[in-house]
């Protein structure tokens, strides 16, 4: 990838004169459990968690089938870089909420997602999950940072009603389609409002975990069905572009369908939308508000922000998941082809990594957040203490 401008490399890893990195950030170092560590989503975590300048992975966790090996031979390795030196040897642990570290992820499949994460949120751990199971829970936060921190504002509340004492709660990212359509529908919502969405998406076959669809059904074909998808997608951005009023989450009240496919494309759903705003708008003020799109200076300080997470190109025809994918480290929606709609008021193409901003990048955005608001407490025996600052690496 490259042509993309990005701000999260520098503040992750600033490298000195040897090429190593050292991190210069004083900040206490949050230990992180990622429940799911084994599967696809897993692994994109315990990935981006190798250099991370204020997590560190200390335990993983999956099913019986993996639980007391070690990490390297319970995982089945997808990514190109190899397995983190540091989770290579960590004894792979079932879940139980008795794990040594200060939060988890949850990156497990949502036959089990469930009742797991309101296990260990009620043993104290907060818990920042990929899960379908509580997106839709009306206590639980179903976050993009950049477009409704405002919905942590439910935390208390959520721990109030469910009894979570010792500071536990659950946080949700949402459906990996959902994140970069409403990544895009943010800036337009915001300038001229939202009226009707119609979206037909193309999804990348990793969307669908290890090893998801069979290549004999994929292969030279399309898929024009994912079980439960078009319902998530319709849902989740009533919530996400919708308040949190003090009590509940008030629907954003838009006017939605999607159509979902699975297509042969490894990584990135891209995704054709047609929508209709409260305000007229010319294609020259859409385009400007989807690349004026910033974030605050409050996210911009988190390691995988990226000030712009809205890329919009120009070329015709732009984005292409095996061109575009990567853009602001997977953390940016790539949108082109913004042109009138004779049907409705404006279309666009948009594009994002659902490994990345749609699942384990979205958890880990989210979880940078919780800890910068002070919503993550030391769980080790020394409870408060600093750690001592990042090592180089
Ligand atoms: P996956 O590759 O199938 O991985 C599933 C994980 O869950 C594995 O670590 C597996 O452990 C564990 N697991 C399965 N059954 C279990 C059990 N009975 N007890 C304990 N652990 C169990 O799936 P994925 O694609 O990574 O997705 C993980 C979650 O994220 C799902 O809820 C999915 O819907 C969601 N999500 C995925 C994407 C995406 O693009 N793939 C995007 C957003 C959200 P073993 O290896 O031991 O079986």
Known sequence: MSGYSTKSGDKRMPEDGAGNASIKHVRKKWRAGVLGATGIVGQRLVSL??????????????????SGKSYAEAARWHLDAPIPAAARNLVVKGLEPSLDCDFVFSALDSSVAGPAEEDFARAG???????RNHRMD????LLIPEVNAAHLNAIPLQQKLRGYEDGGFIVTNPNCSTAGLVLVLKPLADAFGL???FVVTLQAVSGAGYPGVASMDIHGNVVPFISG?????????????GKWDGARFVDAGL????HCNRVPVLDGHLECVSLSLKKIASLAEVREALRHFEVSAELAALPSAVRH???VLDDENRPQPRRDVNAGNGMAAVVGRVRECPLLDVKLTLLSHNLVRGAAGAALLNAELLAARGLFKSRSVAAG??????VSR
Do not use: C
């Open 138 to 141: 009306p206590d639980v936060p």
């Open 255 to 258: 006017g939605l369908s999607a």
């Open 49 to 66: 968690l190798a250099d991370h300048p204020w997590f560190e992975l200390t335990e993983v966790a999956a099913s019986e089938r993996s």
């Open 229 to 241: 998808e078009e319902e998530k997608m319709e849902a989740e951005p009533q919530k996400l572009l």
């Open 309 to 311: 997470p809205v890329v």
């Open 195 to 197: 009226e009707k969405i």
């Open 385 to 390: 203490e600093e750690l001592a600052e990042p």
């Open 125 to 131: 751990y907060p818990v920042v999950s990929n899960s």
